[in-house]
């Protein structure tokens, strides 16, 4: 069974830094497209970075210049780097990643259980 393990969430006060960590686990051949969206309270879930393979990149404006998304593809893990937090940036963050393919089926928009990110002001 492949899945996405997140971790490294956790509570910082604005100004602070963090880094959240994404695993895809399972038999594995290669991942296209990994990703961070987050949600916040009340609000739609939204794209935060994504990153290929060939290590396209794209950011979302509110993150840009902050936030620093990379991968291993050795290790199928996707980073986010989050630098100068806001208390805006509180949410859940999820990784996504389209497609990943596996010996005998191709798996699409799969996503993780989520880490809680909470910035104090």
């Known amino acids: 069974q492949v899945q996405l393990v997140e971790s490294g969430g956790g509570l910082v006060q604005a100004g602070e830094s963090l880094t959240v960590s994404c695993v895809a686990s399972?038999?594995?051949?290669?991942?296209?497209?990994m990703g961070w969206y987050r949600q916040a309270p009340g609000k739609e879930r939204e794209l935060v970075a994504w990153?290929?393979?060939?290590?396209?990149?794209e950011y979302a404006d509110a993150v840009k210049g902050r936030f620093t998304i990379s991968r291993n593809n050795a290790k199928r893990a996707v980073y986010l780097q989050m630098n100068r937090l806001k208390p805006e940036d509180t949410g859940i963050y999820y990784c996504?990643?389209?497609?990943?393919?596996?010996?005998?089926?191709?798996?699409?928009?799969?996503w993780g259980q989520g880490t809680l990110v909470t910035v104090s002001s």
């Open positions: 996504n990643a389209d497609p990943v393919f596996g010996p005998k089926y191709t798996y699409r928009e799969l």
């Open positions: 399972g038999i594995i051949s290669s991942i296209g497209r």
């Open positions: 990153i290929t393979g060939g290590g396209s990149l």
